[in-house]
């Protein structure tokens, strides 16, 4: 599929236009009507909903496209990870977590090659998660020829030093971080080498040994490799190309504890 083959699935946002007199005014207004407004920072979505309510001709908009990934072949979809597009991780909600496939290793040596040392590996239970005070949770479990890493509130599989040791010794690593206060990733690894690390948000993004390697998947998910697009599904995006490349996806089912994993002293957020 060429870049010439499809036009990717373009959506219309319209976002309203907060100048700083306005802001001054809908927190005058604010006060006046007894809301609880910060002098700094922004001013809450509900407060915001009732000044325009209060003055429809103050309300002023810009649009702007993003585009919407979706399946244009067959094959893993954005659609299949609609389940988690909440920050859902199983049963809880974090807006930060890494997801790694990796061939060529076992269970225990993925964890191993992620920082664990044996007495951290063991059977995780319902309820342990990765806290701010450490350990850090990472869980695995085989799925055809993958092993697959799951780390709640971490980003250390994303790392390229450690998709450099995960695929060393004639392996594939396969990383999907999201990181909703800083930068979203997925990077695909062969025998030691970063071979491509994509900016799921703005694909055009790319860098590695081959930016350009998974050029071809990206297109089978409707995103122009060549276009200076945003888009505005990256994780599912991310996870479905994942997918392509794998041949594994996972659901809520593969997240079902007790599990084999590692607790690590310390923290990776």
């Known amino acids: 599929m060429s870049d010439a083959d499809f036009t990717p699935l373009r959506v219309t946002y319209r976002q309203a236009v907060i100048s700083r007199d306005t802001s001054r005014r809908i927190r005058t207004w604010a006060k006046a009507k007894g809301y609880t407004s910060s002098g700094r920072g922004g001013i809450a979505p509900e407060i915001i909903d009732a000044f325009f309510a209060a003055h429809p001709e103050a309300y002023e908009q810009t649009e702007f496209e993003m585009v919407h990934a979706t399946a244009r072949t067959p094959g893993a979809s954005p659609e299949d990870y609609k389940w988690q597009e909440d920050s859902r991780l199983g049963d809880i909600y974090t807006d930060i977590y890494t997801v790694v496939f990796v061939r060529g290793h076992d ?16 059977l995780i239970g319902d309820g342990e998660y990765s806290q701010p005070e450490g350990p850090q949770i990472i869980t695995v479990r085989r799925i055809g020829d993958w092993t697959v890493a ?4 971490g980003r250390r599989g994303a790392q390229r030093e450690a998709l450099g040791a995960l695929s060393l010794d004639g392996g594939e690593a396969v990383a999907v971080q999201r990181h909703d206060h800083a930068q979203h990733l997925i990077a695909y690894a062969v025998d030691g080498e970063l071979v491509t690390g994509i900016n799921p948000r703005f694909p055009i993004d790319r860098q590695g040994a081959d930016p350009d390697r998974l050029n071809r998947h990206l297109r089978e998910l409707g995103i122009d490799p060549a276009a200076d697009d945003h888009i505005d599904n990256p994780i599912p995006a991310a996870l479905a190309l994942a997918g392509r490349i794998t041949g594994v996806m996972i659901g809520p089912h593969h997240l079902r504890r007790p599990i084999l994993g590692a607790a690590i002293p310390g923290t990776y957020f």
């Open 107 to 122: 269970e225990h040596e993925v964890l191993r090659r992620l920082g664990a040392v044996d007495e951290d590996i063991r």
């Open 150 to 153: 799951i780390e709640d509130c």
